[in-house]
């Protein structure tokens, strides 16, 4: 019993400090993350709502706890990685002068999601769950040389969830339960700043491009850094009804909610006037508190599995989440609009214009237990994506069909279960970004303050991803 504690013990360790440590790279609508569980994987996660295969049902449905009996626990892990570049890009400064440099280069590294659930039967009709996973991240990093660096540079989202759950049963095929994400979430926005605009009401139109140019050959672009850390929580409750013993279905829903990401902004470089430098100007660096808000979405899942043959089980399943409460990605002062930034920006300190629409997951799947230790699994999901009109370079976004295979070897004797999966997204189509700089308080008008300043670009999609999941019933 000892040796099966630090078992478990490392396990929660391990789950946790990974999933600190790698921001993930965004693969589900929005930024949410399909891959919590590679037996679910293993169906592109049809009717996870309604098929409780192990203990990470406390991500999918805690209600499904009610089907497990004694102690279950299952971990793991899934790779992502995504092919995400510009094949063309363009960009004008504020002035109206195109932006010279590359097209940013591949900006997704590979990700590893780690993953952990326990569940325990306390009695015939009350069980309770744990899970540490990561429900949200993403990460984009272009190049240096970026033509759209006055847009965006690095794009950091990294979030882990703890979540006790508890669920009940009437002993009729009835469930219900209840579950609680104690999510922590790191972010960081970066990009360069355009001076030629400030510049131009000082000196000039004419002579701002050359003195801005001779600036950065000199000292190099002003660069904004932002990062910030919260702590929110939602909640999902969730039924579970057995039909018979071939068919149930499951429902679930989650509650929204908001991090604010609180932390500090720093820009380097930033150019102040100086007698002693031969162009006029020279770098400080400026620094304030901010706070980020970012919404997380209401969702509701609905999920069926029904057993065609005694070898062959169908599921199935659709998300409804509502990304549209994402409006705008905004950098707000937390010293009252007086620091040493929003002094001179005004408050909020930046605006990007998301205004994201609600958004539709379906999921088809099945199992073939081919024997009584190994079962082959395929699935296929429809993903739509939540970016509609305003698409930027941070979040290169398009619908996407997911499709994937998996396999399961389960030991009866000793309750082992191992499972693999892999999976690979099409995307519906390259992503075109036509970005503006728009105001706070009009999101669809152009900031005047901005000038000519655009970029566009022509992203090229292509992603797989692989997990493998063991699993332990005591």
Request: aromatic fraction near 10%; avoid cysteine; hydrophobic fraction near 40%.
């Amino acid at each position: 019993m000892h040796k099966n504690t630090n078992v478990l013990v490392k396990a929660i360790r391990f789950a946790t400090l990974a999933a600190v440590a790698a921001p993930a790279t965004v693969m589900a609508g929005g930024f949410s993350l399909n891959e919590q569980s590679a037996s679910q994987m293993g169906v592109a996660n049809a009717g996870a709502a309604a098929n409780p295969e192990n203990a990470t049902t406390v991500f999918f449905n805690p209600a499904g706890m009610s089907q497990l009996s004694g102690t279950n626990i299952s971990f793991g892990a899934a790779i992502l990685d995504i092919d995400a570049e510009a094949k063309s890009s363009s960009a004008r400064n504020t002035l109206g002068g195109p932006v010279q440099g590359s097209n940013g280069g591949d900006i997704a590294d590979p990700a590893v999601l780690p993953n952990f659930y326990l569940t325990h039967e306390v009695s015939d009709s009350i069980d309770v769950g744990f899970g540490i996973h990561a429900p949200y991240g993403l990460a984009a990093d272009y190049e240096n040389d970026f033509k759209g660096r006055f847009f965006a540079d690095k794009t950091e989202l990294t979030a882990i969830a703890f979540t006790p759950s508890v669920a009940v049963n009437n002993g009729k095929g009835l469930s219900m339960g209840i579950g609680m994400n104690i999510m922590y979430a790191e972010g960081r926005l970066t990009k360069y700043q355009d001076i030629r605009g400030a510049l131009a009401q000082q000196v000039g139109a004419a002579a701002a491009g050359p003195l801005a140019d001779a600036y950065e050959a000199q000292f190099g672009a002003p660069y904004a850094d932002i990062e910030g850390d919260d702590v929110a929580v939602n909640f999902r409750v969730g039924f579970l009804y057995e039909m018979s013993d071939r068919t149930q279905f499951g429902l679930t829903a989650q509650t929204g909610t908001e991090f604010e990401l609180d932390g500090d902004a720093e820009i380097s470089n930033f150019p102040v006037q100086s007698a002693q430098s031969p162009i006029g100007l020279a770098p400080t660096t400026l620094n304030e508190q901010v706070r980020v808000p970012l919404a997380i979405p209401e969702s509701i899942t609905a999920g069926a599995r029904h057993q065609l043959s005694d070898t062959v089980t169908l599921l199935a399943g659709a998300t409804y989440a509502r990304w549209g409460r994402f409006e705008e990605l905004d950098i707000y002062s937390r010293e009252g609009g007086s620091g040493e930034i929003s002094g001179m920006t005004g408050d909020p300190i930046t605006h990007i214009t998301e205004e994201w629409k609600n958004t539709w997951q379906f999921n088809v799947g099945g199992i073939w237990q081919a024997t009584p230790e190994w079962a082959f699994k395929a699935g296929y999901a429809f993903d739509e994506s939540p970016v509609d009109q305003y698409l930027t370079a941070r979040i290169p976004s398009e619908d996407r069909h997911w499709l994937t295979l998996g396999a399961q070897w389960n030991d009866v004797a000793s309750g082992w279960t191992v499972d693999a999966a892999v999976g690979t997204l099409i995307f519906a189509d390259d992503v075109k970004v036509n970005e503006f700089q728009y105001l706070h308080d009009a999101p669809s008008k152009k900031d005047p303050s901005a000038g000519a300043s655009n970029y566009t670009g022509e992203y090229e999609l292509s992603a797989w991803s692989a997990a493998i999941e063991v699993s332990k019933a005591f």
